[in-house]
């Protein structure tokens, strides 16, 4: 269960199209079911993927709902299993293998393309049999009141891998990543959506340019909340939908690490500011250089509780995103299955209350940033830094 780690790297989807007209829970059963994945230990295939149970990997059925439905959410894992071949250890069997189809044909002084496609197709399915497949796990928890699923990777061949993986399995619904413009139009109130579409650099609803369009976000976002951490008090309070009661105080602040970058003719400059920041003297010299905040190390705290996570400025991904500590309790007495329940509600409560204190972040950076008066808040903020 990645997902239920205390510390795990997330991204999110909006779910779009048409739910079935039929009861989701059984539709998602079935579909679940009919896609689970397939072992290809005792083959000698390349590559499978399908659908497993989010605590037990190797059990791909889902006949009942207590294998996927946790109240309103659907949780299941995305299992790849791959086997792969180093270079050097397939090109000396090909070149044994075309040495002894040339002793059997004499009147050939090289092997034909084709008979060098099937020998080489040969020798890797013989070697397939004989290495065992490895296995990658991505866990997904689909959140039916937001309609919104939490993924737990952020590498783009397994978001790629689970993105076609769910079109194909859920016909007819298919997923947006909630990216930076699309996540601060689910922020702000309907005041501010006017100033959010005018400042939203592009013209198109294609995903990439929607993303790079808008890199403006991020970077004046980590910029703001460098120079909140700085020089006021980092308190906060509540304004989003979510576990934590609205109006409640938090803090949040930016340190150990900061990523800074800059394009030139030349190619990207980055600059990787680590350790606790005092001064952000290093980060401070870069942002005069001409340098942009895009990645940061953002803390979260409520009371006695502690999120700490690396925001990705460019994607508002969150890499290592650690939440207060779920442990398993195990007795004589409760019954594990019961446990295991109890913990993924608790986790998933610590995870959606980390995500609220960031969105409710977010808003209050976008009352700032979407006001006719930010040029000025920007100049201030930038004049304070060469200080």
């Not at 949780?75 to 044994?96: G, H, M, N, V």
């Not at 929607?210 to 976000?217: K, P, S």
């Not at 508002?316 to 007495?333: N, Q, R, W, Y």
Request: charged share 25%; hydrophobic share 40%.
């Amino acid at each position: 269960m990645v997902l239920l780690n205390n510390t795990v790297s997330i991204c999110q989807f909006q779910i779009l199209g048409t739910l079935p007209a039929t009861d989701l829970a059984d539709w998602i059963g079935e579909r679940l079911n009919r896609d689970g994945f397939r072992s290809i230990e005792q083959t000698s295939e390349e590559l499978s993927s399908g659908w497993v149970q989010l605590d037990d990997y190797q059990e791909s059925g889902f006949d009942g709902l207590h294998t996927f439905q946790h109240d309103h959410y659907f949780a299941f894992s995305l299992r790849r299993d791959q086997r792969k071949l180093p270079t050097a250890l397939l090109k000396p069997y090909i070149l044994k293998a075309e040495e002894e189809w040339l002793a059997a044909n004499p009147q050939f002084k090289r092997v034909p393309k084709q008979q060098r496609e099937d020998l080489r197709d040969a020798v890797r399915g013989s070697l397939f049999a004989k290495t065992l497949p490895t296995p990658a796990i991505y866990d997904a928890v689909w959140d039916t009141r937001s309609n919104l699923i939490t993924f737990s990777s952020l590498g783009t061949s397994a978001v790629d891998l689970f993105v076609d993986q769910f079109k194909k399995s859920f016909d007819g619904l298919r997923l947006v990543p909630v990216h930076p413009i699309a996540r601060a139009g689910q922020v702000i109130d309907d005041s501010l959506q006017p100033a959010l579409a005018k400042a939203n650099g592009s013209s198109s609803e294609a995903i990439l340019e929607q993303i790079e369009a808008n890199q403006w976000l991020g970077t004046d976002f980590l910029l703001w909340l460098m120079h909140e951490t700085m020089n006021a008090s980092s308190e906060y309070s509540v304004n989003q939908p979510g576990p934590a009661v609205a109006g409640d105080g938090f803090v949040a602040y930016l340190n150990d690490r900061l990523l800074l970058s800059a394009s030139s003719e030349t190619g990207v400059q980055k600059v990787t500011v680590t350790g606790p920041q005092d001064h952000f003297s290093e980060v401070r010299t870069a942002l005069q250089g001409g340098k942009d905040i895009h990645e940061s190390v953002l803390y979260l705290e409520k009371q006695e509780q502690l999120w700490k996570m690396t925001l990705k400025g460019g994607t508002f991904h969150f890499a290592s995103f650690k939440a207060p500590s779920v442990t398993l309790e195990k007795d004589d007495i409760t019954d594990p299955a019961m446990e295991r329940e109890a913990v993924f509600f608790e986790r998933m409560y610590l995870l959606e209350m980390g995500l609220q204190l960031f969105d409710s972040l977010l808003a209050t950076f976008l009352q700032q940033r979407l006001d006719e008066s930010w040029a000025n808040k920007e100049q201030a903020i930038r004049t304070y830094l060469t200080v």
